[in-house]
């Protein structure tokens, strides 16, 4: 079994900073792409970066500048570094990644529990 494990929510104000941090864990034979997704109350839920095994990145247009994904392939780990938050950065954060289990030959994606940001104005 496979689980991604969030942390680093939490209450700030606008224009503070917030770092979040997802650790995969379990039989991992290898972790293909990685991202952060979120989703606010009655809106759907939407990617907000992702990144490649290979460190290539990718942004939301609302959050370019401001946030920061990284990984460290070696710890199975992505975090995502958030700065100059907005109350519409306001939502629960989730942690994907693309793993192909050890003895299993799909990849499959794996979802964290969410962890929650709140923006205050």
């Known amino acids: 079994q496979v689980q991604l494990v969030e942390s680093g929510g939490g209450l700030v104000q606008a224009g503070g900073s917030l770092r979040l941090s997802c650790a995969a864990s379990?039989?991992?034979?290898?972790?293909?792409?990685m991202a952060w997704y979120r989703q606010a109350p009655g809106k759907q839920r939407e990617l907000v970066a992702s990144?490649?095994?290979?460190?290539?990145?990718n942004y939301a247009d609302s959050v370019k500048g401001r946030f920061t994904i990284s990984r460290d392939n070696a710890k199975n780990t992505v975090s995502l570094q958030m700065n100059s938050l907005r109350p519409e950065d306001t939502a629960l954060y989730y942690c994907?990644?693309?793993?192909?289990?050890?003895?299993?030959?799909?990849?499959?994606?794996?979802w964290g529990q969410g962890t929650q940001v709140t923006v205050s104005s």
């Open positions: 994907n990644a693309n793993i192909r289990e050890i003895m299993r030959p799909r990849w499959n994606a794996y």
């Open positions: 990144v490649s095994s290979g460190g290539s990145t």
């Open positions: 379990g039989s991992i034979f290898n972790i293909n792409g």
